[in-house]
């Protein structure tokens, strides 16, 4: 499939081949105007995620400026494309969780928005990026089993492994520690093709939001 990420006239966007894996919060697609640098920025750097060579990047602005849209639009363009980038998208809010409970919500999420990704299942994705849904892991395991695609036993495997870490004891910041480092475990195993570009908003809330 060719880029998506194109210019039509008047600094607006063409929709072209999209496919709006995630609902973006300025409404109709078609409000999405300007941002060309950001976006063309960001774009550029998930090809180098692509090749091995990316690297962490903070996007920083005031707030109420478009960040998270810029995120939504860039995941929906990667979701389109299929070309062995999956994006995941997680955001922090306001609030406490224990580095346990973090764990098990990060780890889920981002096991369903690689299924939908597979799958080509809006469903998942929408799903995982809405924090008013709570996944309960015993349950996403059930509902997998009853599907196929892509990479199926090495997800199910590694949803195994992570029931079981929920069942011990480990100081709970070992738990922090294992959820942000489940992207680049699944990207790394021998088999699995693609590459995640991790995408992580109101990443100021991190301290608050984790009480580990």
Known sequence: ?????????????????????????????????????????????????????????????????????????????????????IPFYYEFTEGERSGKEFYHDFVTRFYMQVIGYYTKDTSWNRRAVNKDVEIDINKLVAEIEAISFTNKKVILKRLANSIDRLKGDQPLYEYVIAALGAPHGYATIPGVEEKIVQMIDEFQYLNMYIDA
Request: no cysteine; glycine share 10%; aromatic share 12%.
């Open 1 to 85: 499939m060719s880029k998506l990420l194109q210019l039509a006239d008047n600094y607006k966007w063409k929709l072209d081949g999209l496919e709006f894996a995630i609902e973006e919060r300025i409404g109709a697609p078609e409000n999405f105007i300007g941002r060309v640098e950001e976006l063309e920025f960001l774009y550029k750097w998930t090809e180098y995620v692509q090749g091995l060579l990316g690297r962490g990047v903070a996007f920083l602005g005031r707030r109420k400026v478009g960040k998270s849209l810029i995120l939504e639009r860039l995941y929906n363009i990667l979701y389109s494309e299929q070309k062995g980038l």
